[in-house]
């Protein structure tokens, strides 16, 4: 006796939709995972991108006097892809997570403007504690001379975070949020467990570098 197909039935397909649904949830946080990290490393290459610049720029000064976001922008120092040209404010600058970026001097050694500054906001903390644990460079060469990491900032943290660097680098003292080269406690690069500590906010934590 033949019997007619009558098509799946009602639970046959909502175990496919279920099935469907497992596997669009996973592939969402798959791709959500590797853009992130497609985004630290972007944020990290930034940073030295913008640095080598600027050493660039004033390799034949005495000081960074002037340097701030404008001046960045005018010089090239910035990558276009970072600003808007036709933004009503010429001095903003856009890291690859959408936060902001913050350029500016800072005093070495007694000298003001005899160092410079970028400081980075709106990072996730996976993407915080990796740009922290970064080795940003300890030697001569480099001039990397002190790191602020925090999770805590009120607004503009990209702002404020470069601003904690503005001191004297003589005047920092390595501790949870300051890591200097050479610290025998809070060194760089700066140990896992701190920048879990420091990086405490789920989407809008902020560092900033100083260099001489």
Known sequence: ?????????????L?????????????IAGYSKAMNKFKTN?????????????????????SYEGLDNA?????GVVPSEMYEAASGDVSEIINAFSGT??????THNGQAHAAYIIGFDGLPRASCVT????????????????MYVDGELGARKGREAALALSMDST?????????????????????????????????DNAFALKYI
């Open 131 to 146: 740009a922290a644990t970064t080795d940003w460079g300890g030697d001569v060469g480099s001039g990397f001379a002190a």
């Open 171 to 203: 005047e920092i003292t390595p501790g949870a949020n300051y890591a200097v080269p050479g610290d025998e406690e809070y060194g760089t690069p700066v140990s896992v467990i701190t920048a879990q500590a420091v990086c405490v906010s789920d989407t």
């Open 1 to 13: 006796m033949r019997v007619n197909e009558q098509g799946r039935s009602m639970i046959e397909m």
């Open 71 to 75: 001046l960045a922008i005018k010089t």
């Open 42 to 62: 972007k944020v990290i290459d930034q940073v030295n991108m913008i640095s080598t610049n600027i050493r660039t720029l004033y390799s034949s000064q005495r």
């Open 15 to 27: 175990g496919v939709l279920a099935i469907v649904g497992v596997l669009s949830v996973g592939g």
């Open 101 to 106: 970026v913050y350029i500016t001097t800072g």
